[in-house]
């Protein structure tokens, strides 16, 4: 996040450590409230978030806290859209395997993480229980997938897969055996299971399954 | 429900409508305090789940309620083990591509009813707070994944796919994108996602990803 507060605006400011830029302290204000965020939900989870109590952690005014972000969902809502701004750029590994690989080993590692599985399970928990936190999941996974899609693109183009590969599918492919095991079966995330569903992923493409019509 | 408690025990009631046999008030009381968790969880979620409005509902001592199920939690693991005992057959169709198709049907029919997919959602978010209901949610789908692995050893004996394949792995292929969709990316469940998710479980059983080594 300290990565978006230093891109947060266009300003003249001098890159100085330590300068205080036009825009600086509101993304700081950002940082620290939604660190604090997941970290409550990586604790104890989305019914025991409490605005007060994430001021506290944070550092900051309880004023600011309900006056920017309103409500725990509001908290859960700003954190996916920090989340997706803030997931890494997809691989270009050269191999379309290579690259599926690489993205079933990030959701994994993500998953298997004690903090962020347990963050991802809370904002997913969270999303069952509220529409407005729905609508944040949904676009924090709507914007994952799109950034992903381009490798499909490319191996579309070095014939890899048939042309009218939708991308989008294949990517759902690869992620959702993964979030099956971690979510609703609530089986172990072994790196087999990862490798399976890259290979899965594969055949179904070749075979066409994925192509639009 | 009403069918467990007829097959409840093997005692020598004679069927005339009325009678009770031994089990008989228990297996209904069961059945009404599960009927009323259930339309609990389809209205509010598991985090308003209330053992004394269950108790009301259902027509039920409190003391009952409180003594045979102990708490929310106790409720949620009790409902998953009778979906379980109550959850359909599986398909015998003749065909590997037709049982599965049944199979994803009824996944989707499920998560789209307004009722049950409510409860699912409820379910998997109370597994996702609490480690009882994430057992108990395993053991659901654990039920159901082994009362439909006959589907595919029949297959393979038919020589529809690899003689050994993993009958279990090829199910959650099938179930793991309709619940992804459902549960994690908030997407929309139509027809052609559910025909999509068996083509690609069949294409990737054909290209034995599945077969266990």
């Given at each position: 996040m300290e990565h978006q507060t230093h891109l947060g605006d266009g300003g003249a400011g001098d890159g100085t450590?330590?300068?205080v830029r036009p825009g600086g302290r509101t993304a700081k204000v950002r940082a620290a409230v939604l660190a604090a965020t997941e970290d409550a939900l990586a604790d104890a989870g989305f019914h025991a978030l409490?605005?007060?109590h994430i001021a506290v952690s944070a550092g900051v005014g309880k004023t600011t806290v309900y006056r920017r972000w309103?409500?725990?969902v509001g908290l859960v809502a700003d954190l996916l859209r920090d989340m997706a701004d803030r997931s890494l750029p997809a691989s270009d590994t050269g191999s379309l395997a290579g690259d599926l690989r690489a993205n079933?080993?990030?959701?994994?590692?993500t998953l298997t993480d004690p903090r962020m599985g347990a963050v991802f399970r809370a904002v997913i928990a969270a999303?069952?229980?509220d529409e407005e936190?729905?609508?944040a999941l949904h676009g924090f996974y709507e914007a994952r997938l799109e950034e992903w899609a381009p490798v499909v693109e490319r191996a579309a183009a070095r014939g890899e897969v048939p042309a009218a590969t939708d991308g989008l599918e294949l990517l759902r492919a690869v992620s959702a055996p993964l979030y099956y095991r971690f979510m609703v079966t609530r089986e172990p995330l072994a790196a087999e299971d990862a490798e399976r569903a890259v290979a899965a992923?594969?055949?179904a493409a070749?075979?066409?399954v994925f192509t639009r019509r």
């Open positions: 450590p330590g300068t409490n605005m007060d309103g409500s725990p079933a080993a990030l959701v994994r590692h999303a069952a229980c936190c729905a609508a992923a594969l055949a070749g075979a066409g």
